[in-house]
């Protein structure tokens, strides 16, 4: 089932949540809150009654929806980590649309985009998905501005989608002051200010990295290969 197809039946779903038509006795319950309405002489208790019945309704609905925004957030997740890039932007733009003002399923959206980019061939398609992951990091720091991952996330399309270097590096500057050992994000700001020429920068992320990082990690190994490699383009003795 496509987007367009989940998303006609997302929305059949709110209305059946609104109406109250679901089961036999939700129908029922309907049936009567027409008739009570349409009495001449209005029955306080019955009234009360079928109030009680009515917001029952609406409570285990409203809980269906959350449970299914929780399930397509899980769902678009798995998918993202699967590689099923398609697969997750239509569980995600589902969630989003559920719950339009959460950061979480906007940064998860800003990475389905990213990675849809990546693997894009056509170069137009490629650039649209990259302007919406844009799009949607921006919404979620716009909703949480510390949101570390969606700031990591913006760092690294700014650098592989848009080739904005300097506005890759400030992204990843952001992260370390809210994450001083953000691993990853200091590898990008090796990696970033090796490619602006900053190598002196760059042996500092590097060395910062060696410092962190437990000695059994192969990240470690890493960034001193790195570091060996950067003192020699830089001429110094190693």
């Known amino acids: 089932m496509n987007f367009k197809s989940r998303f006609f039946v997302c929305l ?11 089961g036999g006795g939700d129908r029922r319950t309907i049936i009567n ?22 917001k029952r309704i609406v409570e285990r609905k409203v809980y269906a929806v959350k449970l ?6 899980v769902l678009g997740s798995k998918y993202l980590e699967l590689g099923y890039y398609n697969l997750a932007e239509e569980a995600l733009l589902e969630a989003e ?12 959206l800003g990475e389905c985009y990213y990675f849809l980019g990546l ?12 302007s919406k992951s844009r799009s949607y990091f921006k919404k979620t720091l716009e909703l949480n501005p510390d ?24 992204e990843m500057q952001e992260v370390l002051k809210i994450e001083n050992n953000h691993v990853g994000a200091r590898f990008a700001l090796g990696r970033f200010y090796y490619e602006n020429g900053e190598l002196n920068k760059s042996l500092g992320e590097y060395i910062t990295l060696t410092r962190i990082l437990p000695g059994s990690s192969p990240k470690k ?15 110094n003795n190693e």
């Open 221 to 235: 190994k890493k960034a001193q290969d790195n570091i060996i490699r950067i003192n020699r383009e830089l001429g």
């Open 97 to 108: 649309f559920l719950k339009p003002h959460s950061p979480f399923i906007k940064k998860d």
């Open 33 to 54: 809150s027409r008739k009570e309405l349409k009495r001449q002489k209005k029955d306080t208790e019955e009234l009360t009654k079928v109030r009680g019945e009515l």
């Open 12 to 22: 059949i779903f709110l209305c059946f949540l609104i109406a109250g038509c679901g």
């Open 119 to 130: 693997s894009a061939l056509d170069y137009d398609e490629k650039k649209s998905y990259f």
């Open 147 to 170: 949101h570390v991952e969606a700031r990591y996330g913006l760092g690294l399309l700014l650098f592989f989608g848009f080739s904005d270097t300097q506005g890759a590096i400030e």
């Open 68 to 73: 299914l925004e929780n399930i397509d957030r």
